[in-house]
């Protein structure tokens, strides 16, 4: 899409807007041109050159010559995604051509016997074929008049579906205009995937759990969920993928020849991609014949959970349109395709028992006990129920056989109980009234799907608090699992969160599995706790609704922890992506002396409460030197680059400047690089360098 040439340029440009405090009406092209190339990098190639902050300080300063001259505001500028108020409804719309569904396989006999049936239908002795991904989201039309994106659909029912243009601008990965012009084409409608990804499902149901509503119930779900949300602002935080595999229908432009990448489903996969769209240009293969489509489908399953989006088989493509045209269709399915679907990863168990586990925030789950079963390679004997109202939606009985679901690296669900199997001696799952450990009368908001214990004494809350706390993404304590905590608290070791940092190695080093050098490590690894960046602390501490991003917007806004004592919640609601409910639970904590005291105990352990950042006196390593990243580092994400930087007190810039201390250099490094070359105070160095400078290496 982008020579290396252009990407120079426009990566000059990139560090010109990124200077200028201002820009006039006549650089509004190339502040879209810039902003494109960067979407580009990061929604189709996930390989961003620069950061979110920087990305944004470009917007904005679009933005601001829009606000001013509105007259000059084009369709597809990157700032028309945003979209204010609600949608009104999704008119019903007519496909240019019915959207079709696909011919399933199951093993190798079904792809030969398709083969067979293709070399019949076209006479030809060889079939090359292409093949691609089956997408496990949901499926979407785009139209293109003229190079400008003009509708996005559902598939519906195939010949009509909702028009849902508005949510469809959202997906970054689709570009509100395309060049289709420079191959003649004047309008073009095109079929994709809309996808969300595993990580990004993963984040969005702990916060709905959080919140004390039931997840989805996997990505595919909360794709086609979201594409029919009416507040487009929600839908862009879902932050949605798609991938497009199909141009059903096109026009040329007047006395204009058929471009020659039509010719073939794989040239059209490249037009796609040359044109900024996210095809599986990388992801497809051409094969003569079928035993290489058959052992390519095989690799490709072994390998779907490697993936970061869901897979449910691969699409096996006679390449050649006019082949396609030769075969024709069914009034259900293309004869020239295939999917070949991967092995299910659902099974059917008892549903034995229910029990109910305490979460760290009181929280009361149900969890179902079945008869393990392998589903997809994995055994399964524990289903989360979510919640009272999944149990009663599903009609959940003690005894039914029930269908469970795992997709990718999704926690495990019961789609539903066969209720056809039933012989009445099933029983009602009954919701107890009082904590399982406490025996504290459980307590709802009637706003909420979830009971809860509110005593926060609860042993079993207490667990939980500490386990969150030493996790991985928290304080990070290795060597004290969830399971080596539950052992210390049974055994009276541990009572609280400050009692981490009280351990007696002794008492530890006489139990049975604890060696020296176990106990060493555990040592290190609570004394390197102590000095984690103050939004690990704040994420480690469990406060209800605020997760790691919102952890990371307070540590920004404070020198110390305790600060936080004198905030009110109109300080808080100033935050940054800050609500009402997150201020006030942020506020109460802050204002319980229990909490108070846990702080104060843990700051004369010695656990650093102080926002190093912002402690000018402490000097971290690179206390007092500025630095600038460029191109993509080989091992570091420009993220965590830039925390390292922070960390250690070092000052990140925006831009090249006699200020700048270092420049650390990656692959593809742009402008930044030669600019730098010319002071010749500014040091460049390369990923090992830096990593030496803060001691990591
Ligand atoms: S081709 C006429 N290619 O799977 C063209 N479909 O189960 C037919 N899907 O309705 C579609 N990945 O929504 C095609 N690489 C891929 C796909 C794909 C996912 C979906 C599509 C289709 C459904 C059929």
Redesign the pocket.
């Known amino acids: 899409m982008y020579s290396k040439e252009q990407t120079q340029v426009l990566q000059k440009k990139t560090d010109k807007f990124l200077q200028a405090k201002q820009a006039g009406p006549s650089e509004m092209d190339a502040l879209r041109s810039v902003l494109r190339f960067h979407e580009y990098r990061y929604y189709i190639l996930n390989d961003p050159l620069i950061s979110d902050f920087e990305y944004d300080t470009i917007f904005k300063l679009l933005e601001g010559i829009e606000r001013e001259h509105p007259d000059l505001v084009t369709p597809d500028s990157p700032t028309q995604r945003v979209a204010k108020g609600l949608t009104k409804d999704f008119p019903t719309v007519q496909h240019l051509v019915p ?4 011919d ?1 396989s199951y093993n190798s006999e079904d792809l030969v016997d398709f083969d067979r049936k293709a070399k019949e239908l076209t006479g030809e002795q060889q079939i090359e074929y292409c093949i ?8 979407i039309s785009l139209i293109y008049e003229n190079d400008l994106l003009v509708r996005g659909a559902t ?1 519906g029912d195939g010949v009509e579906g909702d028009d849902i243009t508005t949510n469809i601008k959202q997906i970054r990965s689709i570009p509100l205009s395309a060049r289709f012009s420079s191959y003649g084409i004047q309008q073009i409608e095109i ?1 994709g ?1 809309v996808l969300i990804n595993k990580n990004n499902f993963k984040h969005f149901n702990e916060q709905l759990m959080e919140q004390g509503l039931a997840p989805l119930a996997n990505p595919r779900n909360a794709a086609s969920g979201t594409l029919r949300i009416k507040d487009p602002a929600e839908v862009a935080k879902r932050n949605l993928e798609a ?1 497009v ?2 141009i ?1 229908d096109f026009t040329l432009q007047e006395g204009k020849p058929l471009p020659e990448l039509l010719r073939s489903h794989a040239g059209a996969l490249k037009l796609l991609w040359e044109l900024g769209f996210k095809s ?1 240009e990388k992801e497809k293969k051409q094969f003569r014949g079928i035993e290489q489509v058959v052992r390519y489908c095989y690799d490709f399953e072994a390998q779907r959970d490697d993936l970061p989006y869901e ?1 449910d088989g691969m ?1 096996v ?1 006679v390449n050649s349109f006019a082949l396609q045209d030769k075969m024709g ?1 069914t009034s259900h ?2 004869r020239w ?1 295939i ?1 070949y679907k991967f092995k299910a990863r659902q099974g059917t168990s008892t549903l034995l028992q229910v029990e109910f586990q305490v979460g760290r925030t009181g929280s009361i789950t149900p969890v179902a006990k079945i008869a393990a079963t392998p589903i997809g390679g994995v055994m399964v004997s524990s289903v989360s129920l979510f919640n009272e109202e999944v149990i009663r939606e599903k009609d959940l009985m003690i005894g039914d056989t029930v269908l469970v679901e795992r997709a990718g690296d999704v926690i495990p669900y019961i789609v539903k109980p066969q209720s056809a199997l039933r012989t009445g001696k099933e029983k009602k799952i009954i919701f107890p009234h009082q904590c399982p450990v406490c025996k504290t009368r459980l307590f709802k908001e009637p706003s909420e799907a979830v009971w809860r214990c509110i005593n926060i004494e609860c042993p079993a809350q207490v667990v939980e608090r500490i386990i969150h706390f030493v996790s991985k993404d928290a304080m990070d304590i290795r060597g004290l699992g969830e399971a080596n905590v539950r052992k210390f608290y049974e055994l009276g070791l541990i009572r609280d969160i400050p009692g981490i940092y009280t351990l007696d190695f002794d008492k530890i080093g006489s139990l049975e599995g604890f060696g020296k050098k176990s106990i060493d490590n555990l040592s290190a690894a609570i004394a390197h706790s102590k000095s984690q960046p103050l939004h690990r602390l704040i994420f480690a501490l469990g406060i209800r609704f605020v997760g790691e991003t919102t952890a990371k917007t307070l540590a920004h806004a404070v020198s110390h922890l305790l600060d936080f004592k004198n905030y009110s919640t109109e300080q808080l609601l100033a935050l940054e992506d800050v609500g009402p409910k997150v201020a006030g639970s942020i506020y109460h904590f802050f204002q319980n002396p229990a909490n108070l005291k846990m702080l104060h105990q843990l700051e004369k352990l010695g656990v650093q409460l102080k926002n190093i950042k912002k402690e000018n006196t402490t000097g971290g390593t690179l206390q007092g030197l500025s630095f600038l990243l460029t191109g993509t580092l080989p091992r570091l994400k420009r993220s965590e680059a830039e925390e390292l930087i922070e960390q250690h007190g070092g000052k990140l810039l925006s831009g090249v400047s006699s200020k700048l201390n270092y420049l650390v250099v990656g692959e593809d490094a742009g402008s930044k690089l030669e600019k730098a070359k010319k002071i010749n105070s500014i040091k460049i160095i390369n990923e090992d360098e830096f990593l030496q400078l803060i001691g990591k290496k």
């Open positions: 959207m079709l569904s696909l399933n691609e991904p089956k997408f496990d989201g949901a499926g598939r079929r995937e991938f595999y199909h059903s599986p897979i699409v493509k269709m399915h293309p395709a999917a």
